[in-house]
């Protein structure tokens, strides 16, 4: 496994845009991003298998951009015209051996996890 830390969290005027940043101790095959608000299940947003093309969730897809580095240990997320309801914890993810493009959203398959980083939608 390796270490995860989510970085880019806060307090965000809702209509703005949200960049989140995921940084892996060591080399990974697929990383994500998932939130999770208290009281409810936790939501895919997006994921990709490095060097592949992402998987985004279709109630996001249209807000959602992510992108990582060649050296397969970072995952940048941006997300916008954000709102209230995109409050909740931010949390990245990631597994090292490779995974079907039509499971990258499911969080069950991945064996790494950041704390998470708040993000509260401010209107």
């Known amino acids: 496994q390796v270490q995860l830390r989510e970085s880019g969290g806060g307090s965000v005027q809702a209509g703005g845009s949200l960049h989140l940043s995921c940084v892996a101790s060591g080399l990974t095959s697929a990383m994500g991003w998932f939130r999770q608000v208290p009281g409810k299940e936790r939501e895919p947003l997006a994921a990709v298998q490095i060097g592949g093309r992402p998987n985004y969730a279709d109630p996001v897809k249209r807000r959602v951009f992510v992108s990582t580095n060649n050296a397969g240990n970072m995952l940048n997320l941006q997300m916008n015209r954000l709102e209230s309801m995109d409050t909740a914890m931010y949390y990245c993810?990631?597994?090292?051996?490779?995974?079907?493009?039509?499971?990258?959203?499911?969080?069950?398959?991945?064996?790494?996890w950041g704390q998470g980083t708040q993000v509260t939608v401010s209107s």
């Open positions: 993810a990631a597994r090292s051996a490779p995974i079907n493009w039509e499971d990258l959203l499911r969080g069950e398959l991945y064996t790494s």
